[in-house]
C-alpha cells in the first residue's frame, strides 16, 4: 500500500523557521495537504493543494512542493504552534486517501 | 457555521458491529461540492482514513478495510452514517467525520478535510 514518510519529530527555537518534510512516490502527480492536531483537539487545515493557506491561517504558514517531496514551513515559530502535523495526499490512481505517520514540532 | 458532530456507542464488544452517526450543520448533503469521510486515530497513533460519500452517492472506501465497511447518508436529516463490522481491539480509536472536498485533475481526484467533528473515542473490549 501507499506510504507517505514523515520525520518523527522537529524542534526549534522561537522565532526560527520550522520545515517539516513529506516523501512520497506519487507526489508529483497528486496534491498534498497539511493538517495541525494539538493534544485533544480535532486536525484543522492549514495547506492545500500544496501551496495554499485556508482563510484564518497565520501567514507564517506556507507549502512547498518538489518531485517526491512537500514541505511545510512554518516562519517566525510560536509557542502555540507546537502540535503534530499530518501531510496527506492520495495514490497515484486517485483510489486511496492517505495519511503520513506524523511530525511532532516541538518549540524548545 | 459549518459543524459536525459524530454520535455512537464508547464502548463495543469483539466482533461485534460499530454504527457512527454524523450530524452535519451549515452545508447541506445534496452540495455537489461536497462530501463527508470517516477518519479515525488510534490513541497515540497516526490518522488513517476509512470512507467518504459525495451528494450523488458517490462513495470510496479504504482498500485495507473495504470489505468491513459500509457508508450511507440521509440527506433530509443531515446525517453520514458509517457500519463497521468484526470489531476487534485493535479498532480501538477516535472516530472524526469531515467535511470533504476535492480537487479534480485530468486524471484522478485528491480529497482533503477543511471541518472536522470533536471526534468520538469507541473502544474495543469484552
Known amino acids: 500500500s501507499y506510504e507517505l514518510t514523515q520525520p518523527p519529530s522537529v524542534s526549534v527555537s522561537p522565532g526560527q523557521t520550522a520545515r517539516i518534510t513529506c516523501s512520497g512516490d506519487a507526489l508529483p502527480k497528486q496534491y498534498a495537504y497539511w493538517y495541525q492536531q494539538k493534544p485533544g483537539q480535532a486536525p484543522v487545515l492549514v495547506i492545500y493543494k500544496d501551496s495554499e493557506r485556508p482563510s484564518g491561517i497565520p501567514e507564517r504558514f506556507s507549502g512547498s512542493s518538489s518531485g517526491t517531496t512537500v514541505t511545510l514551513t512554518i516562519s517566525g515559530v510560536q509557542a502555540e504552534d507546537e502540535a503534530d502535523y499530518y501531510c496527506q495526499s492520495a495514490d497515484s490512481s486517485g483510489t486511496d486517501v492517505v495519511f503520513g505517520g506524523g511530525t511532532k514540532l516541538t518549540v524548545l | 457555521q459549518v459543524t459536525l458532530k459524530e454520535s455512537g456507542p464508547v464502548l463495543v464488544k469483539p466482533t461485534e458491529t460499530l454504527t457512527l452517526t454524523c450530524t452535519v450543520s451549515g452545508f447541506s448533503l445534496s452540495n455537489a461540492r461536497m462530501g463527508v469521510s470517516w477518519i479515525r486515530q488510534p490513541p497515540g497513533k497516526a490518522l488513517e482514513w476509512l470512507a467518504h460519500?459525495?451528494?450523488?452517492?458517490?462513495?470510496s472506501y479504504s482498500t485495507s478495510l473495504k470489505s468491513r465497511l459500509t457508508i450511507s447518508k440521509d440527506t433530509s436529516k443531515s446525517q453520514v452514517v458509517l457500519t463497521m463490522t468484526n470489531m476487534d481491539p485493535v479498532d480501538t480509536a477516535t472516530y472524526y467525520c469531515a467535511r470533504t472536498l476535492r480537487y479534480c485533475s485530468s486524471t484522478s481526484c485528491t480529497y482533503y478535510f477543511d471541518y472536522w467533528g470533536q471526534g468520538t473515542l469507541v473502544t474495543v473490549s469484552s
Open positions: 460519500i459525495f451528494s450523488n452517492d458517490e462513495k
